[in-house]
């Protein structure tokens, strides 16, 4: 309760909540307010915002309705980011649990394969998954998931670190608790609060990598998403950017959202940390 | 030499992560639909069974995975990184002749997020709750919320095609041959635009480290020492503060020097500049699956670079670092 009230005591956090919750009842109701396909021919190309009251944020290139591309957007930039989030963290949970619970080998081979993937560059990693499983909406998710997860492993495997000789834990060890239980049952829920929060970050950097590789062209190109918006209207870039421009502010709004919620949390959960 | 040493022995670690991610993309490579030869014989028009089975012994793709894979490794061990069917070259040299653009864009958004996040970091910390704080704070959030790509559109838009102060991509002036100063600043007024671009998150990421680790630093003995023996405050905050508090952000080149050569693939897809990162791209949309994995390897390896040159920085910084261990 009380960190309830400390979150939203915060301006920022609040804004954010309100952010958050505007893209996801944009999500909700794109079906109800838009149910035609929105990648289907809506009306004349590239009608400008405002300029028609059928349009109101006008069409892209290809005659399409901007506004019900930006609605159904909201889903799959949510759908990806949630999903691809995850994965992430779970992959990175059994990681860093394993590892920093066990140590020795255990942790020094997980942390060698770790540290491969943070050496890679996770865009890098992103492009030679796309190019080998190809870029439906379910490859590109989980490959978003896959390069995502070392951060959140580090994360846990720190938590466990600082958790496993804690006397609870001993305790469990002494009544002979298996280690799965005292793994699952006994340290993760202590080294989860600063997991979940980070997941924000996760998040944030998933949404976005989403639709970088979308603007690129190597995302699924038979859903409406905002990066795919964002790659078609480059192509009409020089008159008419508010092709570009809108589905761009849609994602800006969207990142913000997640990472303020994220370190309103972050500040709710941790009072002490506030003042710095 | 104990910097040196240590430094050396971290460099020496890295060695088997960048086999092993050699081993886990060959392995991954080996999954997609379709090889170099395919894709020779999709550039030349088509072909019989028996030219492919030819090709394929000639790039050696019949023998067993394993033995593809030792004698990929045994070739790099050379230097030798294949090559390349899209572009009829060695992969090495493909790859040479893009790197230079990428490592001046990375080094130029570097400085760039570096210096004013540092700066903005110091302001903020400095006026902390106050309005300057809040502005900075403000717009760190918000830089780090906007897609690179997306920034680099509207720059194009607004510097190139309305005020037309910036050219909107490439990497230089091809329709004259310049030379000396004048190719230099021509090289320089291209990359404006993508060094802000690519620059942009992380200044926001610089700035909200520097400010945190100035408050951090602020409050702690030395500096009210500083201050009880009289020094004036400009005096505190550039000789004994900023030194100390420069720590994290050093630690974050190392750390984000992956993700900001994952973002030159964006940005130089942006402004069409001809760097590694437009190839990374290039060879995934051409299929060319010897090429990407060479990107890979280096792009690897200029980031165990960094991370090596990072260490040096670190303990030159902070000589505790080299005294402990």
């Known amino acids: 309760m009380d960190a309830l009230k400390r979150y939203f005591r915060s301006p920022a956090a609040v804004i954010g909540l309100i952010l958050l919750l505007i893209v996801i009842a944009m999500a909700i109701s794109a079906g109800w307010l838009y149910p035609r396909d929105p990648l289907s021919l809506a009306g004349r190309p590239l009608i400008w915002p405002f300029a028609s009251p059928r349009f ?3 069409t892209d290139n290809s005659g399409r309705d901007i506004a019900a591309q930006i609605f159904y957007g909201a889903r799959i930039s949510l759908l990806i980011g949630g999903v691809a989030t995850a994965i992430a963290i779970l992959i990175g949970i059994l ?15 997980l942390m060698r394969i770790t540290d491969a993937f943070q050496t890679l560059p996770n865009f890098v990693l992103l492009l ?9 909406l379910t490859t590109v998710t989980i490959a978003v998931g896959i390069v995502s997860w070392p951060a959140p492993a580090r994360l846990t495997r720190a938590e466990f670190l600082s958790l496993r000789n804690r006397e609870f834990v001993q305790a469990g060890r002494t009544l002979g608790m298996r280690d799965v239980k005292i793994i699952l049952g006994e340290i993760l829920p202590n080294a989860l609060p600063p997991v979940i929060v980070y997941a924000s970050v ?6 976005l990598l989403e639709s970088a590789l979308a603007f690129l062209r190597l995302s699924d190109p038979n859903v409406a998403s905002w990066g795919n918006l ?11 950017w508010y092709v570009s421009a809108i589905p761009g502010i849609a994602i800006l709004a969207t990142v913000l959202a997640v990472s303020l919620v994220g370190q309103g949390l972050n500040d709710a959960l941790n009072p002490r940390l506030k003042s710095r | 030499m104990r910097i040196l040493s240590l430094a050396g022995r971290r460099l020496a670690a890295s060695i088997p992560t960048l086999f092993l991610i050699l081993i886990g993309v060959f392995l991954l490579l080996q999954m997609a639909p379709g090889d170099t030869v395919d894709a020779l014989m999709a550039q030349m028009g088509g072909g019989d069974a028996a030219t492919a089975r030819e090709l394929r012994k000639f790039y050696g793709l019949d023998l067993s995975i394993p033995a593809q894979l030792a004698n990929y490794l045994w070739h790099l061990v050379r230097l030798d990184l294949g090559f390349s069917s899209i572009y009829g070259k060695p992969v090495a040299s493909v790859i040479l002749e893009r790197l230079p653009p990428t490592i001046l864009l990375m080094t130029a958004s570097l400085s760039f997020a570096f210096f004013f996040g540092l700066v903005f970091g110091v302001i903020a910390a400095r006026g902390v709750n106050r309005w300057p704080d809040t502005l900075i704070s403000t717009l760190g959030l918000i830089f780090y919320a906007t897609p690179s790509f997306w920034f ?15 050219p909107p991509g490439g990497f230089e002036d091809i329709g004259t041959v310049q030379t000396g100063i004048w190719r230099v600043l021509d090289i320089a007024s291209h990359l404006v635009l993508p060094t802000l671009t690519l620059g942009l998150i992380f200044l926001a990421i610089y700035l909200r480290i520097m400010r945190a680790s100035m408050l951090e630093v602020l409050n702690l003995d030395f500096v009210r020492t500083a201050r009880a023996k009289g020094l004036d405050e400009t005096h505190v905050v550039t000789r004994h503060v900023l030194r100390n508090a420069l720590l994290p952000m050093v630690t974050l080149i190392g750390l984000q020097a992956g993700t900001m050569l994952g973002g030159s693939v964006v940005v130089e897809s942006v402004f069409s500049l001809p760097g590694l990162g437009r190839l990374a791209y290039e060879s995934v949309v051409q299929r060319d699956l010897n090429t990407l994995l060479g990107i890979v390897f280096v792009s690897a390896l200029l980031v165990i670079v960094v991370n090596f040159v990072t260490d040096l920085l670190y303990a030159r910084l902070d000589p505790r670092i080299s005294a402990d261990s």
């Not at chain 1, 990681?95 to 081979?109: E, Q, S």
């Not at chain 2, 680099?152 to 910036?166: E, P, R, T």
């Open chain 1, 56 to 58: 109101l944020l006008g």
């Open chain 1, 95 to 109: 990681v860093g649990a394993f590892a920093g619970y066990y140590g020795g080998w255990v942790d020094n081979i």
């Open chain 1, 128 to 136: 030679v998954l796309v190019a080998v499983f190809g870029s439906t």
């Open chain 1, 202 to 207: 996760v998040m944030a950097v998933a949404i």
């Open chain 1, 230 to 240: 964002i790659g078609l209207g480059r192509d009409v870039l020089r008159v008419q």
């Open chain 2, 152 to 166: 680099g559109l509207m720059a194009i838009v607004v510097f190139s095609v309305y005020l037309q102060w910036l």
